[in-house]
């Protein structure tokens, strides 16, 4: 024995947990934590020579090295233990051997365990009288080897199978199986499932009661430091993880930012040899990695003159922006694009080049293309720009002939209209009167249409229709254009309706103008026995509405043309004038700031609405 454990028997001798040790009760089930392997096989040896001096039967289930440690210590004390197994006494068993007879699926089964531990106690007890004492370690192997569940559940069998034979168990535990705070459950519960628990040898050797509350004091006070540090540890460790976790999402996140990135990226060593690439860069030429990488990067630049600039400048610590280069393709064509490069240098040493790569091939290609579309657009642009100066020379020689023509054409037709005036005073007969009639109405009808001519030159040079405005009545003034329709056409009806007060700052020849082509276009397209309506809304501030409806139908592919020169004369089979009236109608209402729009349906026919503002207010562009 050694004098240690001498020390420690002799210091026990008199403690509560010797003497518990030494005459356990039938069905105390005691669990002795401990520290060391010496003070367990002393333990052991002590509560197995109580029993072996007692004539008690002795079952002990342990690790097969334990069992012989156990026989030794019994010997030092001097008890025969070849006897006592040779007469049944003492029976040892190998505890694994012994767990795998009732273990299923990780967990010990009650009637396995019956058979193969009742068994064991029943042949044990045959011919003695005693009773039985066993050790056990079957439970310190589960959990040792991370089963806590199967352990506690195998000492709720042993607790058991004792109601089934009478027999006194010792436990051990090592205290070290503990050390995780999430032991403290499962140790409450394996101390839960045992008549009497002995605490290790650190604190079951005090002598004196003074001695263990001390001792039992200091235990708190650790247990509560232990606690305040398990609980800062946890806080350190939460946010260790967190910026473990933080830093593996960034790493992530740059990871996928580099290999997933729109443009190619790669490295390149101080001797050339491309490094790494990511996907983009492997897209963008068609090479597969074992292709690329490894490879010298002049191998893939169709300009070896381009590259060794690139190198060098790149080992002088220059930094590159937008190097154009062009770049070979595994199929064989040529990418240009644009490198961006600079160097990671440590401790002076030149490590790798970092290479951005931009595919500009397609906007070469499309400024290549649009280079050539510039100059066959610019010598387009010559040759229209030469062709629309004839043009406008041909239409100003056109409009200076119509003017021209147009004044020139005022004298004779005054005259004509003068003789024929003249010929009606002089009652020379009806048949002279019919033809004069005719006369006036054709110089009439000429002189309309010299005024038109005369009206659109002026609108086509530029110089506009000028205005003399002045307080107009709209009311009175479509009134008059009325009764002058309804005298020459006898047979039609024109009406006037107005709300409000229809008065503004306009002029009324050119109105007057205005109106009587838009109610005498009415009475020449319009059904000839419905009336011709002039609706006048004046109850607006700022403008005045005026509506011309007749009961006829613009043709729908007229609609979009209506206001441009010429186009009625040319779309009538015999025009009456020269397409012009609702070109320059449209000409004066923009002069005066106003507005004009025709809609006509099979349904409501014809409706033609102007909008005057009251006041003078800028003139609208129509030409």
């Known amino acids: ?355 951005f790569t931009r595919d500009i091939t397609e906007k070469k290609k499309a400024e290549e293309a649009k280079r050539q579309s510039d100059s066959q657009l610019e010598a387009s642009l010559v040759r229209e720009k030469e062709a629309r100066q004839e043009a406008e020379r041909t239409v100003r020689f056109n409009e200076m002939f119509a003017g021209i023509l147009g004044h020139d054409l005022r004298n004779p037709l005054s005259a004509i209209s003068t003789g024929a005036h003249y010929l009606l005073r002089m009652n020379a007969g009806e048949k002279v009167a019919r033809t004069a009639t005719r006369i006036l109405s054709s110089t009439d009808r000429m002189t309309r249409m010299v005024d038109q001519l005369l009206d659109f030159t002026r609108i086509r040079v530029g110089d506009g229709i000028a205005l003399r405005r002045e307080r107009v009545d709209l009311r009175d003034l479509c009134r008059r254009v009325a009764e002058e329709l309804e005298a020459g056409h006898p047979e039609r009806v024109v009406r006037v309706e107005c709300e409000g007060e229809a008065i503004g700052e306009w002029d009324a020849d050119r109105l007057l103008q205005v109106f009587s082509n838009l109610a005498g276009n009415a009475l020449h397209h319009g059904v000839i026995d419905t009336p011709v309506d002039i609706r006048i809304d004046a109850t607006g501030p700022s403008e005045v509405v005026a509506l011309v409806h007749n009961a006829g139908v613009v043709p729908s592919d007229m609609l979009p043309v209506l206001f441009e020169p010429f186009r009625g004369a040319y779309r009538q089979q015999k025009p009456k004038g020269l397409g012009l009236g609702l070109f320059i109608t449209q000409q004066i209402l923009l002069s005066h700031g106003g507005t004009i729009e025709v809609t006509s349906t099979e349904s409501d026919g014809t409706t033609v609405r102007v909008r005057l503002p009251r006041t003078d207010v800028a003139p609208r562009s129509g030409r």
Not at 30 to 54: K, P, R
Not at 95 to 107: H, N, Q, S, W, Y
Not at 165 to 173: D, N, Q
Request: hydrophobic fraction near 40%.
């Open 1 to 355: 024995m050694t004098q240690d454990a001498k020390a420690l028997s002799s210091r026990a001798s008199s403690s509560v947990a010797t003497e518990l040790l030494a005459r356990p009760a039938d069905e105390n089930h005691i669990v002795q934590f401990y520290e060391s392997e010496d003070f367990l096989c002393e333990t052991v040896a002590h509560f197995l020579g109580a029993g072996l001096a007692a004539d008690e039967p002795l079952i002990v289930i342990a690790a097969t090295d334990r069992c012989e440690k156990f026989a030794r210590r019994l010997q030092l004390r001097g008890f025969d233990v070849a006897g006592a197994r040779a007469s049944g006494q003492l029976t040892l068993l190998d505890a694994r051997a012994t767990l795998a007879k009732f273990m299923v699926d990780g967990m010990p089964d009650w009637q396995r365990f019956k058979a193969a531990i009742g068994g064991v106690i029943a042949k044990s007890r045959e011919g003695r009288d005693g009773r039985v004492r066993a050790y056990g370690e079957m439970v310190d192997i589960l959990w040792r080897e991370g089963n806590p569940q199967a352990a506690i559940a195998l000492e709720e069998l042993w607790n058991d199978i004792a109601k089934i034979h009478s027999f006194s168990l010792l436990c051990a535990y090592v205290m070290g199986n503990f050390y995780k705070e999430a032991d403290g459950e499962h140790f409450h519960e394996v101390c839960r499932q045992h008549t009497h628990v002995i605490p290790t040898e650190s604190f079951s050797n005090i002598e004196t009661p003074d001695d263990r509350l001390r001792e039992i004091g200091l235990l708190q006070q650790r247990a509560r430091a232990l606690e305040s540090e398990v609980a800062h540890r946890k806080e350190l460790e939460k946010s260790l993880r967190e910026a473990l976790a933080a830093r593996r999402r960034s790493d992530e996140t740059l990871r996928d930012f580099v290999e997933n990135a729109v443009y190619g990226l790669h490295w390149v060593g101080a001797d050339g040899i491309i490094e790494w690439a990511n996907k983009a860069e492997m897209e963008l030429l068609g090479y597969v990695r074992h292709e690329y990488i490894g490879h010298h990067i002049s191998e893939f630049h169709a300009d070896p003159e381009v590259i060794e600039d690139m190198l060098a400048r790149l080992t002088r610590n220059e930094t590159l922006h937008d190097y154009e280069a062009r770049l070979r393709c595994k199929d064989g064509s040529i990418k240009v694009v644009l490198i961006g490069s600079n160097v990671l240098w440590e401790d002076g040493k030149f490590i790798h080049t970092r290479c």
